[in-house]
């Protein structure tokens, strides 16, 4: 079992960035795909974006492609999510989730298996 804490959420300005962090704990992060989820109020957690164990692959939502880069530091059991030119749309609580051991990421809710408190971010127009 993996314990994820999200952190870096806030309220931003439309057009600046914020970088959230994602530290595990439990097992070694090099052990899981990792990923990126948002839900607004009244709509279903959406993806962001996932990165691979080890390679770096990373994948990305459709709104946040070219925006958004996400990147993980295994020795420090960490995953980051840059957020840059955030829109008012971008706001949402921002969930930090982990895969199964050995696994690849998914670009579904149902392919991750433990999940992080979450983070408020509110972009303001």
């Known amino acids: 079992q993996v314990q994820l804490v999200e952190s870096g959420g806030g309220l931003v300005q439309a057009g600046g960035s914020l970088r959230l962090s994602c530290l595990a704990s439990?097992?070694?992060?090099?052990?899981?795909?990792m990923g990126w989820f948002r839900q607004a109020p009244g709509k279903e957690r959406e993806f962001v974006g996932g990165i691979g164990r080890s390679d770096g692959t990373t994948y990305y939502g459709d709104s946040v492609t070219g925006r958004f880069t996400i990147s993980r530091d295994n020795a420090k059991n960490t995953v980051y999510l840059q957020m840059n030119s955030l829109k008012p749309e971008d706001t949402a609580v921002y969930y930090c989730?982990?895969?199964?051991?050995?696994?690849?990421?998914?670009?579904?809710?149902?392919?991750?298996?433990?999940w992080g408190q979450g983070t408020q971010v509110t972009v303001s127009s």
């Open positions: 439990g097992r070694p992060l090099s052990w899981f795909p």
């Open positions: 989730a982990a895969g199964p051991i050995f696994g690849a990421p998914a670009q579904k809710r149902s392919g991750y298996n433990y």
